[in-house]
């Protein structure tokens, strides 16, 4: 099993392009979520989704649109990109949203700069 | 609010020293507690949780204890190894929150020399 894979590693783009981050997992976890770090901030949620078909805001998710696409699959768009958007982004999974001991498996992350 | 505060780094120490890395939380109700470790390059593991008072999480010789009363879960390890630097991060999860949403603390990195 892969985990969770995240494509692309590192991306550079300049002010006002647009891309879409990959997301997948071989789990068959329900859950996925979309997180950026940033130094000095810790971890913070952009979007999850709960269960495919659904999808919330997090803690900063203006600049951002998501896409749970199938179960195993879900995006993270950034349509007119902003230096302030410069940062590692993390997805995760878990089998379920809720739940005490629900784990969240991390995927490598993608080192993005927005120039 | 929910948050995490973990004390700042970087830690550096000697290999075979005792680590303690220290973190504190503000959660309404009680929270799970969590340390997460992140290798370099590498996306977060799960590396201990705790889900209720004086519970202790253990692994891979880390441990850490879920006090209530000083709403702290400190990270603790008797013998450090250099296969042991990366950053932790301690998180919580809020209980009966709609979500399993993690709030992170700012991470601490951890730097072991031989």
């Known amino acids: 099993n892969a985990g969770v894979t995240q494509t692309p590693k590192f991306q550079v783009l300049k002010t006002g392009q647009s891309m879409t981050l990959q997301c997948a997992q071989d789990m068959n976890h329900n859950s996925m979520y979309w997180y950026r770090q940033d130094p000095g901030m810790g971890l913070r949620l952009i979007y999850y989704?709960?269960?495919?078909?659904?999808?919330d805001k997090g803690e900063v998710p203006n600049g951002y649109n998501v896409s749970r696409l199938n179960k195993r699959e879900f995006s993270l768009r950034l349509e007119s990109a902003a230096p302030s958007q410069t940062s590692v982004y993390f997805c995760?999974?878990?089998?379920?949203?809720?739940?005490?001991?629900?784990?969240?498996?991390f995927g490598p992350g993608t080192r993005l700069t927005v120039l | 609010g929910n948050s995490v505060t973990q004390m700042e780094g970087p830690v550096t120490l000697s290999e075979e020293a005792f680590l303690t890395i220290n973190c504190t939380y503000t959660?309404?109700?009680?929270?799970?507690l969590f340390w997460y470790v992140q290798y370099p390059g590498e996306g977060l593991q799960l590396l201990l949780k705790?889900?209720?008072?004086?519970d202790k999480g253990s692994n891979k010789g880390f441990e850490a204890t879920y006090r209530k009363e000083t709403t702290s879960f400190h990270l603790e390890k008797g013998s450090v190894q250099v296969s042991d630097s990366a950053v932790y991060f301690c998180?919580?999860?809020?209980?009966?929150?709609?979500?399993?949403?993690?709030?992170f603390g700012t991470g601490t990195l951890l730097a072991v020399q031989p």
């Open positions: 705790a889900t209720k008072a004086d």
């Open positions: 959660a309404t109700g009680y929270p799970s």
């Open positions: 995760a999974s878990s089998e379920h949203a809720l739940g005490l001991l629900n784990e969240q498996f």
């Open positions: 989704s709960a269960s495919e078909g659904t999808t």
């Open positions: 998180a919580l999860t809020p209980r009966g929150g709609a979500t399993n949403k993690l709030i």
